[in-house]
């Protein structure tokens, strides 16, 4: 298979992100890959879209995923038909160019559609990442499984939600990832509120969320495959990120350090309350971020932590996905 990742830009891909090891996998398994970077389409009419790819087609001299960046960054682009490729994998994360270029994300999506339309398999299905572009999305889902939420731009908002939650709650970013600008505001810190929401506000709304108490032991990043738990020999792919002493963020590349999860069946449960909507959306890979009995965020775009969760669990969680790609993905007729 010819198999796409649609990324930010190449120079900030990573060795140890979850996209370069499924494309490392894909070549492993005779897959060519293709990486496309948000501002490498082309429409050429007709129904004709292209894309400035970089391409590699054998794994010769490639051992690792470092190796593989290397090969990447080095490899001089060329343009494709994206109606020759058998998927198009959107992998990039719309919040990294918020700012710098707005525009990346949304005309990422709508070539998405457009490859979609011409009959090349994407993931996830464009048409539903386009609402689910911020963490709204969660609250399309069954109300007990979430945290209480509000989305404001409003300081009196958030001001009257701070009082009826106790005086402590989470703010952060609509449109955000990476736990950037997450705060956890307490009665020490109220005197600081406005000033908090003034700086999320700056790039949009800000969503507010009651407090969990059990997120000071970390969260846990469960994946999905089809809308189903993704499981080898009973192991559930998922990670039990835990936060450094003093830190609120349970990111991994903000200093978290990856635990082996514990999977109970009211997690399972929980899990199951959001899958018929996300096979009913398209969403093909996805990673769910648990807190006790609440499902904080819905990772549709890039959910990374995928490497820890093949360590920890010592299971090739990624060359099951690629397996699944090759099963259930129909292949050209060749005319």
């Known amino acids: 298979m010819n198999i796409a990742f649609v990324i930010n830009q190449t120079h900030k891909e990573k060795a140890s992100f979850t996209t370069t090891l499924l494309a490392l996998k894909a070549l492993q398994r005779g897959h060519s890959i293709y990486y496309i970077g948000l501002a490498d389409f082309v429409y050429l009419g007709q129904d004709q879209i292209a894309a400035h790819a970089r391409a590699v087609h054998q794994i010769e001299d490639i051992t690792d995923c470092e190796e593989l960046m290397d090969k990447l960054r080095s490899t001089k682009k060329e343009r494709v038909l994206v109606q020759d490729l058998d998927i198009l994998w959107l992998r990039f994360d719309p919040v990294l160019d918020m700012i710098n270029r707005p525009w990346a994300a949304s005309m990422g999506l709508q070539f998405a559609q457009l490859a979609q339309h011409s009959g090349v398999r994407v993931l996830n299905n464009p048409k539903a990442l386009v609402d689910a572009e911020n963490k709204l999305y969660l609250e ?19 001001k009257q939600f701070f009082d009826e939650e106790n005086h ?47 997120a000071q032991y970390g969260d846990i990043r469960f994946f999905l495959l089809n809308g189903k738990p993704l499981v080898i020999n009973g192991k559930y792919a998922s990670v039990h990120r835990v936060q450094p002493e003093g830190e609120l963020r349970s990111n991994i590349h903000q200093g978290a350090t990856a635990q082996q999860a514990v999977i109970t069946p009211e997690i399972l449960e929980m899990v199951e309350k959001v899958s018929g909507k996300l096979i009913e959306d398209g969403m093909y890979f996805v990673g769910l971020d648990i807190i006790a009995d609440k499902i904080m965020e819905i990772n549709v775009f890039s959910p990374g932590a995928l490497p820890q969760a093949c360590e920890l669990n010592g299971e090739d969680y990624t060359t099951a996905i690629i ?12 005319n």
């Open 323 to 334: 397996e699944d790609l090759e099963k259930s993905t129909v292949k050209k007729e060749i």
């Open 140 to 158: 399309k889902f069954p109300e007990e499984i979430r945290p209480k939420t509000i989305v404001t731009r409003s300081y009196d908002d958030v």
């Open 168 to 214: 402590k709650i989470i703010l952060k970013p609509l449109k955000g990832s990476g736990g950037k600008n997450v705060f956890l505001v307490n009665e020490q810190e109220s005197k600081n509120l406005k000033q908090i929401v003034e700086v999320i506000c700056r790039d949009g709304y800000l969503i507010a969320q009651e407090y969990l108490p059990n």
